[in-house]
């Protein structure tokens, strides 16, 4: 049973595709806004849904956030956002009640890549909260396991012992026939070790073509949030903020 208490911990939901709604709701993949090479994969973009929500269903201290912005130029609606339409739709798929549902579910709508999925839903948290996660749980393709939590939580200094990590792989990683997908898994491990942050204009530039709608990429939405959370970030001559390294940030404790 929730209490009044703030939550401790954090789910992220790394989306991956645009659900625009529809009769199937959401098993008819001609619903879906996705780029070529994830064709056969909405299935799994489900199963991670419904993994975050047995997630949160078994720990009554955590809250869930769908993490991604509206990176299609064709529709508006923002990952995020068709991520929590699809599971209030299917009723959370039988795992929560809309009362345990109440609350406890969130959508980040600017993150442009999985960096961003992980930093932008920290301080989504204690934006809502005023508290930051004692504990993340990274919900994904089981092949970006290395990147989210030995590359983005090592960037920021969220502490690993405290980061849980639950990945649901598609069809073509598994079967191994997506063979262009398992070469592109060693390439961006071996970008982000090369740029953790992400700052570099080949990562930044990925970004950049995600945001159609121009989503402003800063870390807080304005100046006093900035402020009063303590993280410690600075402003590029390009005008991007960016966490600053080698120093602790106020969720690392």
Same mark, same amino acid.
């Given at each position: 049973?929730?209490?009044?208490?703030?939550?401790?911990?954090?789910?992220?939901?790394?989306?991956?595709?645009?659900?625009?709604?529809?009769?199937?709701?959401?098993?008819? *993949?001609?619903?879906?806004?996705?780029?070529?090479?994830?064709?056969? #994969?909405? !299935?799994?973009?489900?199963?991670?849904?419904?993994?975050?929500?047995?997630?949160?269903?078994?720990?009554?201290?955590?809250?869930?956030?769908?993490?991604?912005?509206?990176?299609?130029?064709?529709?508006?609606?923002? *990952?995020?956002?068709?991520?929590?339409?699809?599971?209030?739709?299917?009723?959370?798929?039988?795992?929560?009640?809309?009362?345990?549902?109440?609350?406890?579910?969130?959508? *980040? #709508?600017?993150?442009?890549?999985?960096?961003?999925?992980?930093?932008?839903?920290?301080?989504?948290?204690?934006?809502?909260?005023?508290?930051?996660?004692?504990?993340?749980?990274?919900?994904?393709?089981?092949?970006?396991?290395?990147?989210?939590?030995?590359?983005?939580?090592?960037?920021?200094?969220?502490?690993?012992?405290?980061?849980?990590?639950?990945?649901?792989?598609? !069809?073509?990683?598994?079967?191994?026939?997506?063979?262009?997908?398992?070469?592109?898994?060693? #390439?961006?491990?071996?970008?982000?070790?090369?740029?953790?942050?992400?700052?570099?204009?080949?990562?930044?530039?990925?970004?950049?073509?995600?945001?159609?709608?121009?989503?402003?990429?800063?870390?807080?939405?304005?100046?006093?949030?900035?402020?009063?959370?303590?993280?410690?970030?600075?402003?590029?001559?390009?005008?991007? *903020?960016?966490?600053?390294?080698?120093?602790?940030?106020?969720?690392?404790?």
């Amino acid at each position: 049973m929730m209490t009044s208490d703030p939550p401790k911990n954090l789910i992220i939901v790394c989306c991956h595709g645009i659900w625009l709604g529809g009769p199937s709701l959401g098993h008819d *993949e001609n619903e879906w806004l996705i780029a070529g090479f994830q064709k056969g #994969e909405t !299935p799994t973009f489900i199963e991670h849904i419904k993994a975050g929500l047995h997630v949160l269903k078994n720990d009554a201290s955590s809250v869930l956030i769908f993490s991604g912005g509206p990176t299609r130029k064709e529709d508006r609606l923002s *990952e995020a956002r068709s991520y929590a339409n699809l599971a209030s739709t299917n009723t959370y798929f039988g795992i929560l009640s809309d009362a345990e549902a109440a609350g406890r579910i969130f959508g *980040e #709508e600017r993150a442009l890549d999985s960096y961003y999925n992980v930093l932008f839903s920290l301080t989504k948290f204690w934006e809502n909260h005023g508290t930051w996660p004692r504990k993340l749980t990274l919900v994904s393709h089981a092949f970006k396991r290395e990147r989210l939590v030995d590359c983005h939580c090592s960037a920021i200094g969220f502490p690993l012992d405290r980061v849980d990590f639950v990945g649901v792989d598609p !069809p073509g990683m598994i079967d191994g026939s997506n063979q262009a997908a398992m070469k592109g898994i060693v #390439e961006a491990i071996t970008q982000w070790k090369e740029d953790p942050h992400g700052k570099g204009e080949l990562l930044a530039g990925k970004r950049r073509k995600r945001n159609p709608w121009g989503i402003p990429q800063t870390l807080f939405v304005n100046e006093d949030d900035r402020t009063r959370s303590g993280v410690q970030s600075f402003w590029s001559t390009e005008g991007e *903020e960016y966490l600053m390294e080698g120093v602790s940030q106020p969720w690392s404790y």
